[in-house]
């Protein structure tokens, strides 16, 4: 049963940072894309930021070009995201998600995980 299970998520003042982790369970990590979604209140879930199986590429959502960095650690399987410069813009529910690659993994996971809030105060 593969399990996605975020932590990281918290309260912070606009200006600060957070570092999103997402530590997957129950499928072969190293040949999954991963990402990051994010559900603000009263809005669809929308793509974040995705980082292939190999950690090589990576792709982001242009609010959030510049300020946040997604990696991963295949050897923990564990995938991150560094936020800094953080803006009440940002607050949301933040989703882990995988696929088999970074253009499924943008429009169709395969698995999800059940989120972490990120509340930017200003």
């Known amino acids: 049963q593969v399990q996605l299970v975020e932590s990281g998520g918290g309260l912070v003042q606009a200006g600060g940072s957070l570092r999103l982790s997402c530590a997957a369970s129950g499928l072969i990590f190293s040949t999954y894309a991963m990402g990051w979604f994010r559900q603000a209140p009263g809005k669809e879930r929308e793509f974040v930021a995705a980082?292939?199986?190999?950690?090589?590429?990576?792709s982001y959502i242009d609010s959030v070009k510049g300020r946040s960095t997604i990696s991963r650690d295949n050897a923990r399987s564990t995938v991150y995201l560094q936020m800094n410069s953080l803006i009440p813009e940002d607050t949301a529910v933040y989703y882990c998600?995988?696929?088999?690659?970074?253009?499924?993994?943008?429009?169709?996971?395969?698995?999800w995980g059940r989120g972490t809030q990120v509340t930017v105060s200003s």
């Open positions: 998600a995988a696929a088999d690659s970074i253009r499924r993994l943008t429009t169709s996971p395969w698995y």
């Open positions: 980082v292939s199986s190999s950690g090589i590429i990576t």
